[in-house]
């Protein structure tokens, strides 16, 4: 039996290319179906096609078709799934538009799969199997993470990838952020797997360097401190996934560098306090807690990527310089500058929709540098181009220099590298502003409002 696993194309519609000059320091692939590929029985014949990367072929044999969607390749997916269903090949759909969007994704599909698949995959396997398919699996979301087989990693192809070596250990968040696909699909709980199959798995991959995938490494403490102690001996080298708090608990970090962590991704969000975070921050200055993160993290060796998004109901158009002064004081080594996008399936979209402030309904267009609803204290052109500005400033070729020159005495020779690819990656990727937008007195609507104290957040 052949079964065909399938990334659909963020960026081809159509007759339209995907981007084929997307950099190399930011091509990484998801592990939804590389797991599924590794609770497929040994008698299927399985292979994984990367939409983005490589020509689809809908003449090639197949038993069944299955493919992950997120919100913004959904379209591309039911594309996809024509086609193939047009051909007489079943097609099954998952992945986290499924799960926020099940009906439509229903109208698409043979079946779908509604959630995770270590509790659905092979039961449906089966039932297609037997010539009885059903048209909707439902995980509980609920499963041990004890005894999982290691992802099928040898069915990608790595030359297009800057590493095929992503690992989990834990899934779930403590946050129940309004924004964020995990909690809001995927329940709050955060599950832990055995930490010596985890250490196993590290142990068996090519190479010197992977990519923890967890959705946030600044929890369970005690769970990922014997986890980076018993990496240690591999010295492996490794980048992860962190909110603030990390910077809370010095043996974490003292750990974290000693087992080999180079580079990790914080999510500072927002320097403006948000409701949500207001008990956590207790009356302290936001922007000086992410300061002595980023101060922390450095001193041990480890480099900081801040995750930044522009759009939260309290922003207005001060947002944008006050949020660049703080990039460029903290001294952060690359920041990811997202526009806040409404995910289907999250309270926050929930909410802007019982207030009819979505205005966007092309899931194409649910990406971080499009503005798909009404911001509350500005325009969305204001939002759009705000954004653009500070990604242009921040990403300014002396700025990027400076970055790469500070990162060279504290971080190992190949972490300055990346530094230099990422931050040269995310400037290819800024949106570029309408013409005249600064003329027309952008950089005047920053000053005009503004009030600055000594700068006193879906896979």
Same mark, same amino acid.
Request: hydrophobic share 40%.
């Given at each position: 039996?052949?079964?065909?696993?399938?990334?659909?194309?963020?960026?081809?519609?159509?007759?339209?290319?995907?981007?084929?000059?997307?950099?190399?320091?930011?091509?990484?692939?998801? +592990?939804?179906?590389?797991?599924?590929? %590794?609770?497929?029985?040994? !008698?299927?014949?399985?292979?994984?096609?990367?939409?983005? #990367?490589?020509?689809?072929?809908?003449?090639?044999?197949?038993?069944?078709?299955?493919?992950?969607? *997120?919100?913004?390749?959904? &379209?591309?997916?039911?594309?996809?799934?024509?086609?193939? #269903?047009?051909?007489?090949?079943? $097609?099954?759909?998952?992945?986290?538009?499924?799960?926020?969007?099940?009906?439509?994704?229903?109208?698409?599909?043979?079946?779908?799969?509604?959630?995770?698949?270590?509790?659905?995959?092979?039961?449906?396997?089966?039932?297609?199997?037997?010539?009885?398919?059903?048209?909707?699996?439902?995980?509980?979301?609920?499963?041990?993470?004890?005894? *999982?087989?290691?992802?099928?990693?040898?069915?990608?192809?790595?030359?297009?990838?800057?590493?095929?070596?992503?690992?989990?250990?834990?899934?779930?968040?403590?946050?129940?952020? !309004?924004?964020?696909?995990?909690?809001?699909?995927?329940?709050?709980?955060?599950?832990?797997?055995?930490?010596?199959?985890?250490?196993?798995?590290?142990?068996?991959?090519?190479?010197?360097?992977?990519?923890?995938?967890?959705?946030?490494?600044? /929890?369970?403490?005690?769970?990922?401190?014997?986890?980076? #102690?018993?990496? +240690?001996?591999?010295?492996?080298?490794?980048?992860?996934?962190?909110?603030?708090?990390?910077?809370?608990?010095?043996?974490?970090?003292?750990?974290?560098?000693?087992?080999?962590?180079?580079?990790?991704?914080?999510?500072?969000?927002?320097?403006?306090?948000?409701? &949500?975070? %207001?008990? $956590?921050?207790?009356?302290?200055?936001?922007?000086?807690?992410?300061?002595?993160?980023?101060?922390?993290?450095?001193?041990?060796?480890?480099?900081?990527?801040?995750?930044?998004?522009?759009?939260?109901?309290?922003?207005?158009?001060?947002?944008?310089?006050?949020?660049?002064?703080?990039?460029?004081?903290?001294?952060?080594?690359?920041? /990811?500058?997202?526009? *806040?996008?409404?995910?289907?399936?999250?309270?926050?979209?929930?909410?802007?929709?019982?207030?009819?402030?979505?205005?966007?309904?092309?899931?194409?267009?649910? +990406?971080?540098?499009?503005?798909?609803?009404?911001?509350?204290?500005?325009?969305?052109?204001?939002?759009?181009?705000?954004?653009?500005? %500070?990604?242009?400033?921040?990403?300014?070729?002396?700025?990027?220099?400076?970055?790469?020159? #500070?990162?060279?005495?504290?971080?190992?020779?190949?972490?300055?590298?990346?530094? *230099?690819?990422?931050?040269?990656?995310? &400037?290819?990727?800024?949106?570029? +502003?309408?013409?005249?937008? !600064?003329?027309?007195?952008?950089?005047?609507?920053?000053?005009?409002?503004?009030?600055?104290?000594?700068?006193?957040? /879906?896979?």
């Amino acid at each position: 039996m052949e079964l065909r696993l399938i990334y659909p194309s963020v960026r081809r519609f159509g007759a339209a290319p995907a981007m084929k000059n997307q950099p190399g320091s930011l091509r990484y692939p998801g +592990m939804g179906l590389t797991m599924v590929a %590794a609770l497929t029985p040994p !008698e299927w014949r399985v292979s994984i096609v990367d939409d983005e #990367r490589e020509t689809l072929s809908y003449d090639d044999p197949a038993d069944l078709v299955g493919l992950s969607l *997120l919100t913004c390749n959904a &379209r591309r997916g039911y594309e996809i799934a024509r086609e193939f #269903r047009k051909r007489g090949v079943p $097609v099954v759909l998952g992945g986290m538009h499924v799960t926020a969007c099940p009906d439509e994704a229903e109208r698409e599909a043979d079946a779908v799969v509604i959630g995770e698949a270590e509790d659905t995959w092979p039961g449906l396997l089966k039932d297609f199997e037997g010539g009885a398919l059903k048209r909707i699996y439902r995980s509980s979301n609920s499963s041990s993470l004890a005894g *999982l087989p290691v992802p099928r990693r040898d069915l990608l192809k790595k030359e297009d990838y800057i590493t095929v070596n992503s690992v989990q250990a834990t899934r779930g968040c403590p946050f129940n952020c !309004e924004f964020c696909s995990i909690t809001a699909l995927l329940g709050g709980k955060t599950r832990c797997r055995p930490v010596e199959e985890v250490v196993e798995e590290v142990r068996g991959l090519e190479g010197g360097t992977f990519v923890l995938n967890d959705d946030n490494i600044a /929890q369970e403490h005690d769970y990922f401190k014997e986890l980076f #102690r018993r990496i +240690m001996p591999l010295r492996k080298k490794w980048v992860g996934n962190a909110s603030w708090n990390i910077s809370k608990d010095a043996e974490m970090m003292d750990l974290m560098a000693r087992s080999g962590c180079v580079g990790v991704l914080v999510g500072f969000e927002s320097i403006f306090p948000q409701e &949500r975070l %207001a008990k $956590v921050f207790r009356g302290d200055n936001r922007a000086a807690v992410y300061l002595e993160t980023v101060r922390k993290l450095h001193a041990r060796g480890i480099c900081v990527i801040g995750a930044f998004i522009f759009g939260f109901d309290n922003d207005d158009a001060s947002v944008f310089e006050r949020t660049l002064e703080f990039a460029l004081e903290s001294r952060i080594d690359t920041a /990811q500058i997202n526009i *806040l996008v409404p995910y289907p399936g999250t309270p926050l979209y929930a909410r802007l929709e019982r207030e009819g402030r979505i205005v966007e309904r092309d899931w194409n267009r649910y +990406m971080t540098d499009n503005v798909c609803f009404k911001p509350r204290n500005m325009s969305r052109e204001v939002l759009g181009e705000g954004c653009a500005w %500070a990604g242009r400033k921040f990403f300014s070729y002396p700025r990027i220099g400076v970055r790469v020159l #500070r990162a060279w005495p504290r971080a190992p020779i190949k972490a300055t590298a990346a530094v *230099l690819a990422v931050n040269l990656a995310f &400037r290819q990727g800024i949106t570029e +502003m309408p013409s005249g937008g !600064e003329r027309a007195g952008f950089g005047h609507w920053h000053r005009a409002g503004r009030h600055h104290p000594k700068l006193g957040t /879906q896979y």
